[in-house]
Nanobody, 115 residues
Framework: QVQLVESGGGLVPAGGSLRLSCAVS????????AGWYRQAPGKQREMVAV???????NYADSVKGRFTVSRDNAKNTAFLEMNSLKPEDTAVYYC?????????WGQGTQVTVSS
């Protein structure tokens, strides 16, 4: 059974760092592309960072220079390294992993940045 599990959220002070992880298990296929999205209360879900199968990275303007998306294809895991966090980064973060299994969404992990 293919499963996707997100982890790494939490409460941090402004200026702090967090690393989110998103892993697929139970599949013989390999990870192709990954994306991270977030949704703050009362707002629409927005793209944070995407990493294409070719290795191209795109970031939302609000996180450029602070966040880094990466992946470990052999472990079917994607990461979002978040530095210099700001209160406006507070949201539920969702990962999206594409591979031979199709497209899977994570269950979401809460990131709260205190001022």
């Amino acid at each position: 059974q293919v499963q996707l599990v997100e982890s790494g959220g939490g409460l941090v002070p402004a200026g702090g760092s967090l690393r989110l992880s998103c892993a697929v298990s139970g599949s013989t296929f390999r990870l192709n592309a990954a994306g991270w999205y977030r949704q703050a209360p009362g707002k629409q879900r927005e793209m944070v960072a995407v990493l294409s199968s070719g290795g191209n990275r795109n970031y939302a303007d609000s996180v450029k220079g602070r966040f880094t998306v990466s992946r470990d294809n052999a472990k079917n895991t994607a990461f979002l390294e978040m530095n210099s966090l700001k209160p406006e980064d507070t949201a539920v973060y969702y990962c999206n992993l594409k591979g031979g299994w199709g497209t899977l969404w994570g269950q979401g992990t809460q990131v709260t940045v205190s001022s």
